[in-house]
């Protein structure tokens, strides 16, 4: 609800300042989805966190790999604890051996998953930084554009919060998108690769 007022209230303030300089108002409109997904920054950001994904997904297996191997010998000490091939004494030393494995496996396990749970959090606070980062450049280079196409106002087409209807006819987004893949390196990763990063290691 509080959204939604805002969100009238935003509208409410666009239409008045429209309306007060309609005679000197230029307006120009820009996909801010389109721009972000279609910025090679973007891609790179994309690249470089699937990289980091993919190095927590080896650390947390091997971690997984080093538990399943303490179980397996945490069963195979309990089964010689068992054993009445063995002698007393023995069979002793197994079960302490066996106890002190469980608590190497509870220690281990409780490991892993707070490793996780950091891994998830630092891709997450790593996803919102480059996102963050880049929708600074980006709106910096529709200010750009903007100032030099003579614009006052300019909204964004890739979200109908505010806008209700938007010609094509002063969009700049392609303008604003060829600006800002100007210094594109030539082997970047190839478009159409939004960045949608999931922390999910599973």
Do not use: H
């Given at each position: 609800?509080?959204?939604?007022?805002?969100?009238?209230?935003?509208?409410?303030?666009?239409?008045?300042?429209?309306?007060?300089?309609?005679?000197?108002?230029?307006?120009?409109?820009?996909?801010?989805?389109?721009?972000?997904?279609?910025?090679?920054?973007?891609?790179?950001?994309?690249?470089?966190?699937?990289?980091?994904?993919?190095?927590?997904?080896?650390?947390?297996?091997?971690?997984?790999?080093?538990?399943?191997?303490?179980?397996?010998?945490?069963?195979?000490?309990?089964?010689?604890?068992?054993?009445?091939?063995?002698?007393?004494?023995?069979?002793?030393?197994?079960?302490?051996?066996?106890?002190?494995?469980?608590?190497?496996?509870?220690?281990?396990?409780?490991?892993?998953?707070?490793?996780?749970?950091?891994?998830?959090?630092?891709?997450?606070?790593?996803s919102?930084?480059?996102s963050?980062?880049?929708?600074?450049?980006?709106?910096?280079?529709?200010?750009?554009?903007?100032k030099?196409?003579?614009?006052?106002?300019?909204?964004?087409?890739?979200?109908?919060?505010?806008?209700?209807?938007?010609?094509?006819?002063?969009?700049?987004?392609?303008?604003?998108?060829?600006?800002?893949?100007?210094?594109?390196?030539?082997?970047?990763?190839?478009?159409?690769?939004?960045?949608?990063?999931?922390?999910?290691?599973?």
């Amino acid at each position: 609800m509080k959204k939604f007022c805002l969100t009238i209230l935003t509208a409410a303030i666009l239409a008045a300042s429209l309306s007060a300089n309609a005679a000197d108002s230029k307006v120009a409109t820009v996909d801010m989805k389109k721009l972000f997904n279609g910025y090679y920054k973007t891609k790179l950001a994309q690249s470089s966190l699937e990289t980091r994904k993919t190095e927590l997904r080896k650390e947390i297996k091997d971690m997984a790999d080093g538990l399943e191997k303490a179980q397996t010998d945490y069963k195979q000490l309990l089964d010689q604890a068992n054993d009445q091939a063995l002698s007393a004494d023995e069979r002793d030393k197994r079960k302490q051996s066996a106890a002190d494995k469980a608590k190497e496996i509870a220690g281990s396990r409780s490991a892993i998953e707070q490793f996780q749970r950091q891994a998830e959090s630092q891709l997450a606070d790593q996803s919102q930084r480059m996102s963050g980062n880049l929708v600074t450049e980006i709106q910096k280079a529709v200010s750009d554009k903007a100032k030099a196409g003579g614009f006052t106002v300019v909204l964004n087409s890739g979200s109908n919060e505010v806008v209700v209807f938007a010609s094509d006819a002063n969009d700049i987004t392609a303008g604003v998108l060829a600006q800002l893949n100007a210094g594109q390196p030539v082997d970047v990763i190839p478009s159409g690769v939004p960045l949608n990063i999931s922390t999910n290691l599973q």
